[in-house]
């Protein structure tokens, strides 16, 4: 098969599945550690510049494209039986390690941006188009455009068994405590508590799971 034709013998005899076979030797050329159990089925684009590192562990489930980005000394960790659905964007950058622990689903077009420590728990699941980000702009009136002004960055912290709804934004600073959930297109600007449902503009409690 001419897809087989490019892969290593290693790599040609070890696949049971000629796409996932290919699409694997491409996470790896890229410079990501992917573990033998990596399901992906489609092509990953991965720039990993500087020192920056991913790896993956056995049993991730990628149905299709994503981006995976690195800068500076950033670190993507990605755990044993992921989820990431098609054209997330995972990125980190600084010093910042992000973070998906056993068991997490992100959703399509999911957008991560770990300029700061981004740390998602075991089992806690993301919507399609959640966006997470751990800096902001400068935006001061000093003569120096936005664009060039020094960011300012904190962490994010998403705990065990998590549901962020579709649209959801989560801004630098916030931890979610485990067990919340994040109604469809809240902007979160503070700390949710454990199993608070939090909903709005910005996202305020409007239920409680425990009740």
Not at 72 to 79: L, P, S, V
Not at 99 to 109: H, N
Not at 177 to 187: I, L, N, P, R
Request: glycine share 14%; with cysteine; proline share 6%.
């Amino acid at each position: 098969m001419r897809v087989m034709g490019v892969l290593p013998r290693a790599l040609r005899t070890a696949a049971a599945d000629p796409r996932v076979a290919y699409y694997q030797w491409r996470l790896r050329r890229g410079g990501v550690d992917a573990g033998p159990g990596v399901w992906i089925s489609g092509r990953p684009d991965v720039a990993l510049c500087g020192a920056s590192s991913c790896s993956i562990g056995d049993g991730t489930f990628i149905p299709g494209p994503v981006q995976i980005r690195g800068n500076d000394r950033g670190r993507i960790i990605i755990g044993e039986r992921c989820s990431i659905d098609s054209y997330a964007r995972l990125f980190a950058a600084n010093d910042a390690v992000l973070t998906l622990e056993e068991g997490v689903a992100i959703g399509p077009f999911n957008i991560i941006n770990a300029f700061a420590d981004c740390t998602i728990g075991r089992f806690s699941m993301l919507g399609p188009y959640v966006n997470i980000n751990c800096a902001d702009h400068g935006m001061e009136m000093c003569g120096e455009r936005m664009r060039f002004q020094p960011g300012e960055y904190g962490p994010v912290t998403i705990e065990e068994d998590c549901w962020i709804c579709s649209h959801a934004v989560i801004l630098r600073g916030v931890t979610i405590g485990t067990g919340a959930v994040v109604a469809a297109g809240a902007v979160v600007t503070e700390d949710v508590p454990p199993y608070a449902v939090v909903g709005g503009v910005p996202a305020r409690l409007i239920g409680d799971r425990r009740k």
